[in-house]
């Protein structure tokens, strides 16, 4: 999904005056953002299945979770969609990034006519891509895991947003 829908945003942006470089970036925010909308949902089950510590010995399939948080808490942002606003900027920001800067930085450096020197170089490119856009999407990540995960005190919700989310962790932990 990330890569087929970074390749159609390129080619949407073909079509407007924006420099290449410019142009990658904005394909990866789009491609990350369309990657969010549609992995939040599974994002919600999985993290709500992984702090269902109370019930391993049951512990029910992810279309049952599912089913459950729909029922409880509807499609909506505090059910099926929960924490969708941290999702859109871990993916957004990631895919940015490292689409942005792959591509940028792959069309400066020259390429090499030695197979073996040339991954080398593409694998160097994406490990620092990768880093770099892992580094900067930390603080949506951390916020997308405390608004979906278990929040401290039960029945009260103090992971709701993900900027004000980012804030308070920031305050409270640094």
Avoid: W
């Avoid at 920001?93 to 792959?106: A, D, E, L, S, T």
């Avoid at 892992?134 to 990540?141: A, T």
């Amino acid at each position: 999904l990330q890569f087929f829908t970074f390749e159609q945003y390129k080619k949407l942006l073909g079509y407007a005056s924006l420099p290449p470089g410019l142009a990658f970036a904005v394909a990866g925010l789009g491609s990350g953002l369309t990657e969010a909308v549609v992995v939040n949902p599974f994002e919600v089950v999985k993290v709500t299945l992984q702090t269902n510590r109370n019930a391993f010995t049951e512990q029910p399939s992810s279309f049952v979770q599912a089913r459950q948080i729909i029922k409880s808490d509807g499609l909506g942002f505090r059910g099926l969609n929960k924490g969708l606003t941290a999702t859109l900027g871990r993916h957004g920001v990631f895919n940015m990034v490292y689409f942005g800067f792959y591509f940028n930085v792959k069309n400066i450096l020259p390429v090499n006519k030695d197979p073996n020197l040339e991954f080398l170089r593409k694998f160097g490119i994406g490990l620092v891509s990768g880093t770099i856009a892992s580094i900067i999407n930390i603080p949506f990540d951390v916020a997308k895991s405390r608004i979906q995960g278990p929040q401290p005190v039960p029945g009260e919700i103090k992971y709701r947003t993900c900027f004000k989310t980012m804030a308070t962790v920031y305050k409270e932990e640094g």
